[in-house]
């Protein structure tokens, strides 16, 4: 999943940059609240962290102006403590959640995961295919009651197939989701880690779970 990151506090964007890669989201940065709202407009993210004072525009005009045009992609709001009519404008402009500074970086991860849900047709924390587990909150995932081992990126993509299991899920579609504007969009990286998610989901099992779709990409689904 991919997360545009709108914060001005530099040190505290890369802490919060730096945590997100970790957990296996892809991250866009802006700085101010105009590049913000290029970057929500431009790029297909799947969540939006958003500080509320910004530069140039702050943030509570950004999400005013996507709200307008419609763009209706998952905001958390970034408040300062004591901020408790910001909080309530937040809301009532679209937010959908906010976290006051400074928060256990943790509860902005199960609050991006909560948000994620919402949006998915899959609402609960392990989603399963068959005999696979993918735990969104743990990142664990399971065959057959057996542990799998994946990085950080085949984490990534796995997850992304399965909130959307039962469904085709184009090449672009997992490059613009998994990677963020850094990374050059080429579609056989996709193949690859495909690949290697095979490997270590299916290979050793007799029911298959990744299916290519000719031309279209690729599903997680039960046969
Ligand atoms: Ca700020």
Redesign the pocket.
């Known amino acids: 999943m991919r997360i545009l990151l709108v ?3 530099l040190d ?1 964007a890369g802490i919060i940059k730096q945590g997100l890669a970790e957990a296996g989201y892809a991250v866009d940065m802006a700085h101010d609240g105009e590049e913000g709202l290029y970057m929500a407009e431009t790029y297909p993210v799947d969540a939006i962290i958003l ?5 140039i525009v702050d ?1 509570i005009e950004v999400l005013k102006t996507l709200r307008k045009k419609g763009i209706l992609t998952p905001v958390i709001l ?1 408040t ?1 403590r004591d901020a408790l009519l910001d909080k309530i404008k937040g809301l009532d402009t679209g937010a959908d959640d906010y976290l006051t500074k400074p928060f256990v970086f943790d509860e902005l991860l199960a609050r991006i995961r909560s948000l994620l849900r919402r949006k998915a047709t899959v609402k609960e924390a392990v989603i399963r295919v068959a005999d696979l587990e993918v735990d969104t909150a743990s990142h664990q995932v399971k065959r057959g009651g057996k542990s799998v081992s994946l990085s950080a990126k085949e984490y990534a993509l796995l997850e992304f197939l399965a909130y959307r299991k039962g469904s085709v899920v184009s090449r672009t579609d997992i490059v613009e989701h998994i990677y963020n504007e850094e990374v050059e969009m080429d579609s056989n990286v996709v193949d690859v880690y495909i690949n290697y998610l095979r490997n270590k989901i299916d290979k050793d099992h007799r029911k298959k779970l990744i299916h290519t779709v000719r031309g279209a990409g690729y599903i997680l689904k039960e046969d």
Do not use: N, S, W
Not at 51 to 55: H, S, T
């Open positions: 914060e001005d506090e505290l500080d509320i004072m910004l530069p943030g970034l300062a």
